[in-house]
């Protein structure tokens, strides 16, 4: 029986080759030290497609087109925006991009009246207020102590108010408490300002400018005041001149005794014996030494409470830096 031998690979010229090959094995060769490593990446996501700007998915407009009846023209032309309306109680409030004027309010009114007629409740409006300053000069001094002049001044006036005519219809449009100042520490006269609630275009202040109030069987006359006209007092430092936002002092100071606390802690961290006594900042740091033992920051016998309303007053205590 014959057996086939191995065929024997040749070389290109059909002779068999001079050398063995190698044996094959399992074992992975260790690659050559001079071949650089191959570094393998990682494929990353799909990138999107640009959408184009030309194009847009789902609604594009962010609002409710209300079509008027037939034949209705709009005879107001206007940018303002109607963003969105909440539920008020006994209304609904619709939030515009910036305060209408009277005429877009009119506009909106009468639009909203004619898409939902009802001739037994017709749909009305609150008219958009603001805030106007009045001042009223010249009022008598009501001679009372340091600590009750505010409140009977205050007691005084609100009396004159109810019995003028122009005072009773001004009074009903108070927006905060009257303010009062004297025209000088040894003057019978004093200042009110009054902030009011007005219209956008302060119609309310213009009817009241010019006109007189009877207090105390004195024409008193009413002007119009700058906005923030009185200096304020930081409830951080107890400083007159800044708001606490934007105070620059490192830590708190107690109203009371000037010590680094607040006033809530002052018990706390002040002597029983000092607990009662009383050190104003203000007349400290303007080195008024014969007043800054008897009050407090806070108290109206303070010269700095007294002249608050004075700018030029309160920049002239403290020395320049």
């Known amino acids: 029986m014959e057996v086939d031998e191995p065929a024997v690979p040749s070389s290109a010229s059909g002779m068999a080759p001079t050398k ?23 494929p990353s996501a799909p990138r999107k497609r640009h959408q184009g700007k030309h194009t847009a998915h789902g609604a594009s407009r962010r ?59 017709p749909i009305v409006h609150s008219p958009a207020t603001s805030t106007s300053y009045l001042k009223i000069v010249d009022i008598p001094h009501v001679p009372a102590s340091p600590k009750e002049w505010a409140t009977k001044q205050h007691e005084a006036f609100m009396y004159a108010l109810d ?30 300002w009054i902030d009011i609630h007005d219209t956008v275009s302060g119609s309310n202040a213009q ?52 010590g680094p606390h607040s006033e809530a802690n002052h018990s706390k961290c002040v002597d029983a014996s000092r607990v009662d006594a009383r050190h104003c900042v203000n007349c400290t740091v303007a080195k008024r030494p014969a007043d800054k033992h008897t009050h407090s920051a806070t108290d ?19 020395p320049k830096n």
């Open 63 to 121: 609002g409710i087109i209300l079509t008027p009846p037939a034949g209705y023209s709009s005879d107001v032309k206007s940018n303002v925006t109607l963003t969105h309306a909440t539920d008020e109680g006994n209304g609904i409030f619709l939030a515009a991009s910036r305060v209408p004027t009277a005429a877009e309010i009119q506009f909106v009114l009468k639009h909203v009246r004619q898409t939902f007629p009802n001739k037994a409740t």
């Open 20 to 42: 063995p090959l190698p044996i094959p094995s399992s074992k992975r060769a260790s690659a050559p030290k001079d071949v650089p490593p191959v570094l393998f990446r990682v």
């Open 207 to 258: 009817d009241y400018i010019s006109k007189f109030i009877s207090v105390c069987g004195v024409n008193c006359q009413i002007k119009g005041a700058k906005l923030h006209s009185g200096s304020v007092r930081c409830a951080h430092c107890q400083r007159w001149g800044h708001h606490s936002d934007q105070c620059r002092a490192k830590c708190a100071r107690c109203p009371l005794c000037g």
């Open 300 to 318: 109206t016998l303070c010269p700095f409470w007294r002249n608050r309303f004075d700018r030029l007053w309160l920049k002239r205590q403290f």
């Open 163 to 192: 019995k003028s005519p122009v005072g009773a219809e001004l009074a009903k449009i108070i927006k905060h408490k009257p303010r009062f100042m004297r025209a000088s520490p040894h003057s019978d006269l004093c200042w009110a």
